[in-house]
């Protein structure tokens, strides 16, 4: 069974801090994938990489950055945080092709 | 942009009742469409997915439709169970130019026993 893992399940920061989110995958998925989940707006992508050292923005990409230095390691970095990114985050992981991602449990992420 | 839309927002029935979730695509490159359940306070887990070669697929109690000329898909739960209660996400994506999934706003469905 796939195990996605994202080292924390809630986060507590203050605003301007930089911070980073974990996410490994244990199925030597090529693509990993970076959401955040906000009540009715469903699940927005941040950004998503396709092999290591590749990365892609997705629909808000703004005030994030990533780094994939290893295939089964996609981290998710706040350059200063903000309130407004106050949120759920999901990372993924899938193969290529017309294959579903799975899904780690989630950070909940209170920036204060 | 590409966009999906997903209808309703909420959605309640009884215990035994069947229910049904529709979303819209706007990317006519996209030919596979995964859903996800999402029980609370736990990850999104893919229910069934459909491509676009297939216009119907069944699995239990569970079936999805699509149509590609209108650019619709819509999930079915048949008998439903206090155990479906969840969030639903239907998404969309395209084979081509990356590996961009578009989903859905999301669907709560409460299943009353």
């Known amino acids: 069974d796939v195990k996605v893992t994202q080292s924390s399940r809630y986060l507590v920061k203050r605003t301007g801090e930089k911070v980073f989110l974990e996410c490994v995958q244990d199925?030597?998925?090529?693509?990993m994938f970076w959401y955040r989940q906000d009540p009715g707006l469903g699940l927005r992508l941040i950004y998503f990489?396709?092999?290591?050292?590749?990365?892609e923005k997705g629909d808000i990409p703004e005030g994030y950055s990533v780094s994939r230095e290893k295939k089964e390691r996609f981290s998710l970095i706040l350059e200063s945080a903000s309130t407004n990114q106050t949120s759920m985050y999901l990372c993924?992981?899938?193969?290529?092709?017309?294959?579903?991602?799975?899904f780690g449990d989630g950070t909940r992420l209170s920036i204060l | 942009g590409e966009n999906v839309e997903q209808h309703p927002s909420t959605l309640s029935v009884q215990e035994g009742d069947s229910a049904v979730i529709k979303c819209t695509y706007s990317?006519?490159?996209?030919?596979?469409f995964p859903w996800y359940k999402q029980e609370l306070g736990k990850r999104p887990q893919l229910i069934i997915d459909?491509?676009?070669?297939?216009g119907e697929k069944k699995d239990q109690r569970i079936a999805v439709t699509l149509n590609k000329t209108a650019k619709h898909f819509s999930l079915h739960i048949t008998e439903t169970q206090p155990e479906d209660s969840a969030v639903y996400f239907c998404?969309?994506?395209?084979?081509?130019?990356?590996?961009?999934?578009?989903f859905g706003a999301g669907t709560r469905l409460f299943v009353k026993a």
């Open positions: 998404a969309a994506r395209r084979n081509t130019g990356g590996f961009k999934t578009i």
């Open positions: 990317d006519s490159a996209s030919n596979y």
């Open positions: 459909i491509r676009s070669n297939v």
């Open positions: 199925m030597d998925h090529e693509n």
């Open positions: 990489s396709y092999d290591v050292k590749m990365k």
């Open positions: 993924a992981s899938s193969t290529p092709g017309d294959q579903p991602q799975h």
